[in-house]
């Protein structure tokens, strides 16, 4: 079993940033792939940004050029970047990660943006 810890949600003016964490009870080695996604009421949970076992990342088209993945093994957590937040970005953002294809889900952390 893999407990998924998130922080760093909050409430942020459009145009400002916000860094979410996800903390990884156990060694992040195995984790063969680590994403954050989102889901905003009404609305399907959508991947936001994924980093690979060996480090490649995708991102959503809507926030290519504003938000960094990154994943930080010695601390085993990953983070997410958000720079120029948007009203459109309000969501529950939830940690993800995928082990000897099972998946896992953080509680989620939620991130409201203001105009």
């Known amino acids: 079993q893999v407990q998924l810890v998130e922080s760093g949600g909050g409430l942020v003016q459009a145009g400002g940033s916000l860094r979410l964490s996800c903390a990884a009870l156990r060694n992040i080695f195995g984790i063969s792939y680590f994403g954050w996604y989102r889901q905003s009421p009404g609305k399907q949970r959508e991947l936001v940004a994924g980093?690979?076992?060996?480090?490649?990342?995708n991102y959503a088209d809507s926030v290519k050029g504003r938000f960094t993945i990154s994943r930080d093994n010695a601390k085993n957590t990953l983070y997410l970047q958000m720079n120029s937040l948007k009203p459109e970005d309000t969501a529950v953002y939830s940690c993800?990660?995928?082990?000897?294809?099972?998946?896992?889900w953080g509680q989620g952390t939620q991130v409201t943006v203001s105009s």
């Open positions: 993800y990660a995928l082990i000897s294809a099972t998946n896992y």
């Open positions: 980093i690979s076992g060996v480090g490649s990342t």
